[in-house]
C-alpha cells in the first residue's frame, strides 16, 4: 500500500521560508552567561559585530542569494524566548548550580528581540554588521554564522536529486560514526559539542549530538547549544568568549587601562559567576602577555581554555605558569577548542593523560565534515573559517591578537599598538582551516 | 510544529505481518522463461526441490523463529499473480522481444499458487522441502530464499535502536556507493542486479539497484526481479539455471542418455527461444566435459554464462573452445555471475576487454554487503551461501557436479555415477563464500 498524507505534503508544499533559526535559544550557552554579565555591568556600550569570511576563496554572495539572506535575518529577528525556554533557563540547573541566571535578567531577556542589522554585497562577500547596544548585538554572532552557514550548505546541495542527497548523508554518517569509534577508545575522554556556528544545518548538528552521545555516554558531557541541550537532556556547556576582554580593551583610556584589561574581565567574570565557570580564555592579546601579566589569584581559577596555540605547545606553557605557582595541574583543567578533530583529540589526550584534566569542544569537525562526502565531487560543502567578531565598541575600535596572527582581527595600526602594549612573544602563524 | 500522522501510526503498529514477498513476480526472470519451457514440454514431471545451506556454522533455526518462517512462506501460498502484472508479462517486450509469453501460458499462470512446502528443524537447521509437480515446486527457490535471508537480516538487526541502524545503513550505503564509484572508470561495463536470492531486504535491494542505475547509467542492463523491472522500467534479465540439465540428467535412462542430456536442455531451450536468450550454462556436470561434448550448433549460440570456474580461466577455456571452431568470440558474449564482486569483475573485465562480450550479474555482494557494517559488531549480518536445488524428479535422485567440487550437490553414489560418465577434468575446489 502506498500512503501519501496529503494533508502534510500539501502543509510541506506551502511553505515560503524553511526558517534555520527558529528559537533565540539556539545559540551557544555563553552567549547567554556573557550577555547576563553585559547587561549587569555594561548596559549603556554600544558594540558593533561584523562578518568575516578567512575563506576569502569562496565568494558567499556568488554563492548565497541576498534575498534569502535577508528572509532568514528577517526571521530571526521576529523570534521571542518562549514560555517554556524562560522557565527552563530559570529552572534548570547549569554545571551544578541553581539560579544561575538573574530573574531581573531574565524578565528582561523575555522581551528580547534580534537588533536591525546592515547587509551590503562588495566584491562577492557579505559585508553584514551589527551595530547598536552591546546588549542586543552580541546576540547575533551565532544565528548570524549558522544562518549562512546552512544557506551555504543548502546552495551546495540544490538541485541535488533525492539519491545524491541519500549518498551524502550516508557518508557524513559513516564518516562521524568512525571518528566515535576512534574517540570511543580513550577512556577517560570528556568532549562536548561547540559546532553550533559552523555546523551544515540544524538538524544535521542534531544528529551529531545524538550520534556522539550514543557513541560516547558520560563521556560526552553536553553541547554549547542551549535549544539542543534543553530538548536533549544535556548539560550546556560554554563559558565565556574573546569579545568581552576585546570590548575592554577597546575601551580602555591609554596603555595602562590596555594592558590591565585581560584581568578586569576576568574580575567582572568571578564576580557574577564562580566554581566551573572559572575558565580562562588567555589569548586574546597573546597568552604569554596575559600569563606574564596575571595576578596571582588567576592561578586559582578552575582552568584555561586556550584558543589559538597549538594544543600541546599551549597546554604546555600553562602547566608550567601552574607548576610555578606552586599550583598542580592535576586539579586544573584546560579546555580545546580550536580547530580540533580526531587526531588532535587523540595526541593532545594521550599528551595530557595523568598531568591536567582535559575537556574538549568539538566545533566545525563534528558539525560540518562533508569534505569529499559529496558524490557530484567539488568543495561546495567544505567547512570555511567565518567568524563574526566585535570590530568596535562605544566607536572604538576593537582588537584580536591571538597566538595566531592568520587570527588577528582589528585595524592595523591598532594592532601594532596593542602588540607594543602586550608583545609578541610565542605568537606563530598556524593554517586556519575551520 | 511537530506533525504526528496518527491514522499512519497507528495502522503500522497494526501489522500482523510486514511480508517479505508481496508479489509472485519478486522472482528472477529465469524462473519465469523456465517454467514456460518446463510448462511446454515437462508438465507431467514431478521435482523436489530442497533448501541447502553451505554455511553451516550459522544454524538457522536457531536464529530464525520458525513460526515467523512458517508464516512468511504461508504468506507467500495466498499471493496470486495480478492484472497489472499479467498484462505486463504480456504486453513487455524482453531482450527486445514481444510476446515472449504464450498468451495460454499466462492463462495458466493467471491461477498459480505457490505449492505447499515441508519444513522441519534438525540439528539448528531448517529442512525446508518443495515437492510437487516441476511446475510449480521450480517457483518456491526465489521466494524461499529472499524470505529467509531476510528473516536472517531483521533477526541480526531485532533490539538494535534507531540509532543503531542509521549508522548500519548509512554505512552500507557509503560501502556500495564507493563500489559504484570505482565500477564507473570501467567504460564497456556491461552489469546487471541478480541479487534477488540473497538480498539483505526487499526495500535494500530496490535501493541498490537504483543507486547502480544513478552511478551507471546505460551500463547498468537491468536486473532479474522481474517486479522491480516492472516498476522501475527496467530491462528483466536472465537465462536458465542449473535445474533444467539437473532434472533432465535425472530423468535420463542409462549412461548415454545422461551424457546426451546437457545438449538436450539447450536444443529444448532453442525451441523455446531464441536470439539474446541462447546462452548456455556449461558447468552442471563440469564444464570441460559439456564443451568435448558439445554438438556442432551450440557454437552458434550468444554465449557462454560460466557460472562455478574461476572467471578469467573459465571465460579462456570457452574462449579456446569458440577459436578451435572458427568463431570469433569478439562476436560472442560471457556473462560472469558467481559470487562476483567489484574486484573480480575489474579484473575479468580489464583481461577480456576487446576479446570477448563481457557482462556481469552482481548478486549477494550487490544486495547484501552488510560486513563490518554493523556498530554493535558481530557477523550476524554478514551473507552466507543458501542455496534452494532440486534434488530428485520423478522420484529419481539430481545432481549437480559443478566445476566447484564445493558446489555439487546429491548423493555420494550418484555423484560417483556422474563423474564416471561426464569425468572429473579441470574441476578445482574454491572456496564458497556467497
Not at 597549538?310 to 601552574?322: F, R, T, Y
Request: aromatic content about 10%.
Amino acid at each position: 500500500m502506498v500512503y501519501t498524507d496529503i494533508a502534510t505534503r500539501t502543509y510541506d508544499h506551502g511553505w515560503r521560508l524553511d526558517p534555520i533559526v527558529r528559537s533565540l535559544l539556539d545559540t551557544d550557552f555563553y552567549k547567554l552567561l556573557m550577555l547576563q554579565l553585559i547587561w549587569r555591568l555594561h548596559r549603556g556600550t554600544h558594540a558593533t559585530f561584523a562578518l568575516i569570511n578567512r575563506t576569502r576563496s569562496v565568494r558567499l554572495a556568488d554563492v548565497i542569494d541576498e534575498g534569502e539572506l535577508r528572509a532568514q535575518l528577517d526571521h530571526a529577528r521576529t523570534l521571542r524566548l518562549g514560555k517554556k525556554e524562560l522557565i527552563w533557563l530559570a529552572g534548570n540547573s547549569f554545571y551544578g548550580k541553581a539560579r544561575m541566571f538573574d530573574p531581573d535578567f531574565l524578565a528582561w531577556l523575555k522581551d528580547f528581540q534580534l537588533p536591525e542589522y546592515d547587509l551590503r554585497v562588495v566584491d562577492g562577500q557579505f559585508e553584514l554588521h551589527f551595530a547598536g547596544p552591546w546588549t542586543h548585538t552580541t546576540m547575533w554572532e551565532i544565528p548570524a554564522l549558522s544562518i549562512i552557514n546552512e544557506l551555504r550548505a543548502r546552495a551546495g546541495m540544490a538541485g541535488k536529486d533525492r539519491f545524491a542527497l541519500d549518498i551524502l548523508y550516508a557518508r557524513a554518517k559513516t564518516r562521524l560514526w568512525d571518528k566515535v569509534e576512534r574517540l570511543r577508545r580513550l577512556p577517560d575522554l570528556v568532549l562536548s559539542d561547540f559546532g553550533t556556528r559552523r555546523r551544515h544545518g540544524f538538524l544535521w548538528q542534531r544528529w551529531c549530538v545524538e550520534a556522539v552521545k550514543e557513541g560516547l555516554g558520560d563521556r560526552f558531557i553536553g553541547t554549547s547549544n542551549v535549544l539542543l541541550a534543553m530538548d536533549s537532556d544535556l548539560e550546556a556547556i560554554g563559558t565565556n568568549a574573546h569579545e568581552l576582554p576585546m570590548v575592554l580593551a577597546a575601551l580602555a583610556e591609554g596603555d595602562a587601562a590596555l594592558a590591565a584589561s585581560p584581568y578586569r574581565v576576568l574580575d567582572e567574570w568571578r564576580r557574577t559567576y564562580d566554581g566551573n565557570l572559572l575558565i580562562a580564555l588567555p589569548d586574546a592579546f597573546g597568552t604569554t602577555a596575559f600569563l606574564r601579566g596575571a595576578p596571582e589569584w588567576v592561578a586559582d581559577w578552575t582552568g584555561f581554555r586556550p584558543d589559538s596555540a597549538p594544543p600541546i605547545a599551549g597546554g604546555e606553557q600553562i602547566l608550567d605558569w601552574w607548576c610555578a605557582r606552586g599550583r598542580d595541574p592535576r586539579e586544573k583543567l584546560l579546555i580545546f577548542s580550536d580547530g580540533m578533530d580526531v587526531e588532535s583529540i587523540e595526541a593532545t589526550y594521550a599528551h595530557f593523560r595523568g598531568r591536567v584534566r582535559t575537556s574538549f569542544g568539538w566545533g566545525t569537525n563534528l558539525t560540518n565534515d562533508f569534505r569529499d562526502c559529496d558524490p557530484d565531487g567539488g568543495a561546495s560543502l567544505a567547512p570555511i573559517s567565518l567568524v563574526c567578531k566585535v570590530v568596535s565598541a562605544d566607536g572604538r575600535p576593537a582588537v584580536k591578537l591571538s597566538d595566531n596572527p592568520a587570527k588577528a582581527t582589528g585595524e592595523p595600526k591598532e594592532i601594532e599598538r596593542y602588540l607594543r602594549v602586550f608583545g609578541n612573544a610565542d605568537r606563530g602563524v598556524q593554517p586556519v582551516l575551520v
